[in-house]
């Protein structure tokens, strides 16, 4: 009713007396108390120039607002689209790592490369490279869903076998592999029946565990192997007819049963190598078979698998003198290894020729333990002649002439324990040239000269045997291991050097962790020349005891034929001085 604009006020007298009945009766009334807005309006009306300047300033301060928030967005479009090409980057880095070990093993394992220096230097160029790629990879990737935090899992463990494997680094090599099992972990706590991360994990623990074993720590690598083993077998039964799996499950079968050996737990890596063995029969069935074909497995790496699993089982069966049994472990692996074709055996022999080595030698001294001397001569002169015909298709290669220089002086004793004295004469003729020749090749290297010292004082034909040269050869070692200082006794034994050949021996004898057999005949046969009638006796019983409770045949560098025939001497010089 008091409004100062007449269009706000009641219009009639009528229109009061309505509003006051309704006031009275507590209904809604039409008369309303001047809102915001309107005594805005009115100050605005009475302020008209403060009113103008106040609402410049509002406007100015919106408009600045809003240029600094849209400046905002877009520096932060900017950063986030800086970070998706790093990332993008990183990738490409992860793609070429990748790459390059998908070409390195397509060209070492789908044809052979015939130069194994060749081979080597590209292991060691693309290694390099793939080393930097990972890195790049790895820095500063945290990784968020289980996807990601699989990939530099991955990319971790690879690091840390390139560290190994290229750069010798065992610490380095572990550290990077501790981190990719961490998160690979994690990645199983997110999806814990995700078949590719069960498998990566149980490969992580596996490769884990080689680095820690390098640095001693043995009790934490064997647990290790045991939850790959745990992984892999559970991964078997929820997928029976998954080959991926079953082969992770023999690989695990393998290394761990490995392992076991290390602790002395020799029938339980017999089980574990059994297993190992039909695991990677069924994977190489199956292959052969076309039923499987992985792209990173071709059929000779699984025959090499076969091979090595049937070696560790032949060691693990004559740890528990099941020597038959052995002998039968270590003839399925010849035959695996003579069943190569030309390729395959051209990969075998260039990038694992230690094994094959190794095999062919605990071979034949399984069969000289059980006196199957004749079978023994047989399979050396087939490695003899497989060697021959490696050395003059790769003429200069060390490697194979060490191997051959090796397989004739055993082929040599094998003849000589048959009668043959002539093949026996003419085997070692030849293994001592090549020793000789390898001497001047490589006149700096300590193993080259070991080797012939031991032939030339050890040969059981007496025309070649070379006392004083054997002596002068083991005097230029200087080395401070038990086979140097054994190999010293042995010469200057047969040099007539008795008293050094006690004194030599002795510190063989105190740097070793159990006895050896060689060792405790050496101080046999030196004490009977020096008529020490009770070190003879002392020393002729602790040989008998190290014979009876060798846990490690395969350790000792005497091969089966020179213990045999060092047992022999002992024997009649011991008899000779005691009576």
């Keep these: 009713?008091?409004?100062?604009?007449?269009?706000?006020?009641?219009?009639?007298?009528?229109?009061?007396?309505?509003?006051?009945?309704?006031?009275?009766?507590?209904?809604?009334?039409?008369?309303?108390?001047?809102?915001?807005?309107?005594?805005?309006?009115?100050?605005?009306?009475?302020?008209?120039?403060?009113?103008?300047?106040?609402?410049?300033?509002?406007?100015?301060?919106?408009?600045?607002?809003?240029?600094?928030?849209?400046?905002?967005?877009?520096?932060?479009?900017?950063?986030?689209?800086?970070?998706?090409?790093?990332?993008?980057?990183?990738?490409?880095?992860?793609?070429?790592?990748?790459?390059?070990?998908?070409?390195?093993?397509?060209?070492?394992?789908?044809?052979?490369?015939?130069?194994?220096?060749?081979?080597?230097?590209?292991?060691?160029?693309?290694?390099?490279?793939?080393?930097?790629?990972?890195?790049?990879?790895?820095?500063?990737?945290?990784?968020?869903?289980?996807?990601?935090?699989?990939?530099?899992?991955?990319?971790?463990?690879?690091?840390?076998?390139?560290?190994?494997?290229?750069?010798?680094?065992?610490?380095?090599?572990?550290?990077?592999?501790?981190?990719?099992?961490?998160?690979?972990?994690?990645?199983?706590?997110?999806?814990?029946?995700?078949?590719?991360?069960?498998?990566?994990?149980?490969?992580?623990?596996?490769?884990?565990?080689?680095?820690l074993h390098v640095l001693g720590k043995d009790d934490e690598a064997l647990r290790l192997r045991r939850q790959a083993l745990e992984i892999a077998q559970s991964l078997v039964d929820a997928h029976p007819g998954d080959l991926t799996c079953l082969f992770q499950l023999a690989q695990c079968h393998r290394t761990y049963g490995a392992a076991l050996w290390e602790k002395d737990r020799y029938e339980e890596q017999v089980d574990e190598m059994t297993k190992a063995v039909k695991r990677y029969e069924q994977v190489r069935n199956a292959v052969g078979s076309g039923l499987w074909k992985p792209d990173y497995l071709p059929q000779t790496c699984l025959s090499l698998e076969v091979v090595f699993a049937n070696r560790i089982l032949g060691h693990a069966l004559i740890d528990c003198a099941r020597h038959h049994e052995a002998i039968i472990a270590f003839s399925k692996a010849s035959e695996l290894v003579d069943g190569l074709t030309s390729e395959e055996s051209d990969f075998a022999e260039t990038h694992v020729y230690w094994y094959i080595g190794t095999l062919y030698r605990e071979y034949a001294d399984s069969l000289v333990a059980q006196e199957r001397y004749a079978e023994a001569s047989q399979l050396l002169a087939h490695y003899a002649t497989r060697c021959g015909q490696r050395v003059n298709s790769l003429p200069g290669l060390p490697n194979e002439l060490r191997r051959q220089a090796n397989a004739l002086s055993q082929l040599g004793y094998a003849h000589f324990d048959l009668g043959r004295l002539d093949d026996a004469s003419s085997a070692f003729t030849q293994s001592i040239e090549l020793w000789q020749r390898l001497c001047k090749k490589f006149p700096d290297s300590h193993d080259e000269r070991a080797q012939l010292a031991r032939l030339l004082a050890n040969c059981p034909l007496e025309g070649l045997r070379d006392e004083d040269l054997a002596l002068e050869l083991a005097d230029q070692l200087d080395r401070d291991d038990p086979e140097t200082h054994q190999l010293k006794g042995l010469c200057a034994f047969r040099s007539g050097l008795f008293q050094q050949a006690v004194d030599s021996v002795n510190l063989a004898v105190e740097r070793r962790s159990e006895l050896d057999e060689v060792d405790a005949i050496l101080l046999c046969m030196a004490n009977a020349r020096l008529m020490n009638i009770e070190e003879i006796k002392h020393w002729n019983r602790r040989s008998k005891e190290a014979a009876a409770d060798a846990k490690r045949p395969f350790q000792s560098t005497f091969t089966a034929f020179e213990r045999r025939a060092l047992r022999g001497e002992a024997k009649a010089l011991s008899l000779i001085h005691i009576s």
């Design 1 to 211: 009713a008091m409004e100062k604009e007449a269009s706000a006020r009641y219009q009639t007298a009528q229109e009061l007396s309505e509003d006051l009945r309704r006031f009275l009766s507590c209904e809604t009334i039409v008369a309303r108390r001047t809102g915001p807005l309107g005594r805005m309006a009115r100050w605005s009306r009475r302020n008209y120039r403060l009113a103008v300047s106040t609402t410049a300033v509002a406007m100015l301060i919106l408009l600045m607002s809003t240029l600094v928030i849209l400046f905002q967005q877009q520096k932060t479009a900017q950063a986030l689209s800086l970070l998706q090409h790093e990332r993008q980057q990183k990738m490409l880095h992860f793609q070429k790592a990748a790459t390059s070990i998908g070409e390195l093993g397509q060209r070492s394992y789908g044809r052979s490369l015939t130069n194994p220096l060749v081979a080597d230097q590209i292991w060691n160029t693309v290694l390099r490279d793939a080393v930097t790629f990972y890195e790049q990879f790895v820095f500063e990737q945290p990784g968020a869903d289980a996807e990601q935090l699989a990939i530099v899992g991955m990319a971790h463990g690879t690091l840390g076998f390139l560290y190994d494997t290229t750069l010798g680094d065992s610490s380095a090599s572990a550290e990077h592999l501790r981190k990719g099992v961490y998160l690979l972990e994690r990645a199983v706590a997110e999806e814990p029946q995700n078949r590719e991360y069960l498998l990566k994990l149980a490969r992580g623990y596996e490769g884990l565990a080689y680095p």
